[in-house]
């Protein structure tokens, strides 16, 4: 589904201050995969999953979408970002109405499919609130709900609960888990987060940073549907959060502080 | 107090009155030619007002103050917001900006003068002028300002760019840009009055000062008091469309005009 083929990121902020984000990355996602990609900051997992986006330009290397190369972003890739980046001037539903009407879906029906997913995202009471009236949870789920309208294949999550109180966090990692659970979208997800990274995903790709490479991916064998108080008691998930941190610690550690 | 400044209306009723309070003090104690009572130039007001002729020309200067400040929402808006997105329009645009910004728009005057005369066309550029840097600057820093990401969320929608100019950038950019509109409204008042006053023909600056000629004093601070209403009254009217067009926005800074 996604192909990271040698992707190479350098910032040049000027001529004595090159910065090499990402050196060298590969990967392959399959399709309907949930995976994290987790590191300490400023080891360049945003970067990477803004190249597979379309965002940003890499250095070096391509990604390919379907055995296509992706030459800007569009909407088969989602984005949801940790400022949310919701349209302030519209309302929760004009805002998740906004990719379907672009996308020229008649009025009748972006209105029905907006209003669904808003019902998902247990904010039917709110949409004619404007993005400022609402907390940073809610913000979140409509920026989920916006992006899922569209339809993408591939969900790119960046840090998207980053912002978010930990009893926020928790209940939307429980909510995205039971979304996705329904179609089995292709998930990349950027956190800071092992527990976080081993809740969610089939595979946890850990990251080194300066320059950002992966060190070492990890498959997470639970079973799905998964629940948050069954696994804090499974030794497993234990098991998984310890040997991640353990080398995360490892990693932040070598990392210039 | 708390309670009285609660009241809405009622802080700035309260010094206007003190104002003429004071200038009724003063001008009886000093009892100058140059300095009438307010209780004489007041009275003023309703004759200017009724004046068939005075209305004229204050409509004249209307009708330029709303073409001068049009034209240069259509010019400048768009120039501020292609340079907050593109690094070679800003390079471009900036130094003269910088060069213009301080001029006083007045002073340029005598040689647009030169050039087209002492009529309408002068005086509407002259305003234009006055109001198109402060809009321009605004623009450009609100279209600068503009997130990123708001940008990355268009175009995953498939947004091209200049839609996300249109539909992202400019409703984006807008509680910054309407900064910059309510900037230029007071100096579009101000390049006016003092646009007619550099080449009296007609208009309010006119008003003035011919009867500053004719030692009318009273109808002279009778206008200054009716230019300050029309402040007031552009001020008040603008609040009422910038809540109506960025209610959704959090409340703006307080704005600082210059002089132009």
């Not at chain 1, 970002?81 to 001037?89: I, K």
């Not at chain 2, 175009?155 to 900064?179: N, Q």
Request: aromatic letters at 8%.
């Amino acid at each position: 589904m996604i192909a990271i083929e040698g992707v190479s990121k350098r910032f040049d902020a000027a001529r004595d201050r090159r910065h090499l984000a990402l050196n060298d990355v590969t990967l392959s996602v399959a399709e309907g995969e949930f995976v994290s990609i987790l590191g300490p900051s400023g080891c360049g997992k945003s970067t990477l999953l803004y190249i597979v986006g379309g965002f940003v330009e890499p250095t070096a290397g391509r990604v390919l979408v379907k055995d296509v190369p992706v030459r800007g972003p569009g909407p088969d890739r989602g984005p949801v970002f940790q400022e949310f980046a919701l349209f302030p001037w519209k309302t929760v539903l004009g805002n998740v109405m906004y990719g379907l009407q672009q996308g020229g879906v008649p009025r009748a029906e972006a209105l029905a499919r907006s209003r669904e997913l808003l019902t998902m995202v247990r904010l039917s009471a709110y949409e004619n609130f404007y993005p400022k009236e609402l907390s940073g949870g809610m913000k979140q789920r409509v920026a989920i709900a916006r992006t899922l309208a569209y339809r993408p294949n591939i969900l790119l999550m960046d840090e998207p609960f980053g912002a978010l109180d930990a009893h926020t966090r928790t209940g939307l990692q429980n909510d995205l888990l039971h979304i996705w659970d329904k179609d089995r979208k292709t998930v990349l997800f950027v956190t800071h987060s092992v527990e976080e990274a081993v809740f969610l995903s089939d595979r946890v790709v850990m990251m080194s940073s300066a320059p950002g490479r992966i060190k070492q991916i990890f498959d997470i064998d639970l079973p799905r549907p998964r629940s948050r108080a069954e696994l804090l008691l499974d030794r497993r998930f234990q098991d998984y959060v310890v040997e991640i941190e353990k080398m995360f610690d490892d990693t932040a550690q070598q990392a210039p502080a | 107090m708390t309670r009285l400044t609660s009241i809405p209306g009622l802080p700035p009723l309260l010094a206007c009155l003190g104002i003429l309070v004071v200038w009724e003090l003063l001008a009886r104690w000093y009892g100058l030619n140059g300095l009438p009572p307010a209780s004489q130039a007041l009275p003023q007001i309703p004759h200017i007002l009724s004046d068939k002729e005075s209305l004229i020309d204050m409509g004249e200067s209307l009708r330029r103050m709303a073409i001068g400040y049009g034209l240069a929402l259509l010019i400048a808006v768009p120039i501020g917001l292609w340079m907050g997105r593109s690094r070679y329009a800003a390079a471009f645009f900036n130094p003269l900006m910088m060069v213009i910004y301080p001029v006083p728009k007045a002073a340029l005057m005598p040689i647009i003068m030169l050039w087209l005369g002492v009529g309408d066309a002068s005086k509407t550029l002259v305003i234009f002028l006055g109001v198109t840097l402060p809009l321009i600057y605004h623009s450009y820093q609100g279209s600068r300002a503009v997130e990123e990401k708001l940008l990355w969320s268009a175009s995953a929608m498939g947004l091209g760019g200049f839609a996300r100019l249109w539909r992202v950038v400019l409703p984006a950019a807008l509680p910054e840009i309407l900064v910059g509109c309510k900037t230029g409204l007071v100096l579009a008042l101000i390049t006016m009055v003092t646009s007619e006053m550099i080449a009296r023909q007609a208009g309010i600056g006119n008003i003035v000062f011919v009867s500053l000629d004719l030692g009318a004093y009273d109808t002279v601070y009778a206008m200054i008091v009716i230019i300050g209403m029309l402040g007031i009254l552009f001020d008040v009217g603008f609040e009422v469309l910038r809540r109506r067009l960025v209610g959704w926005a959090d409340s703006p800074h307080t704005i600082m005009v210059g002089s132009a």
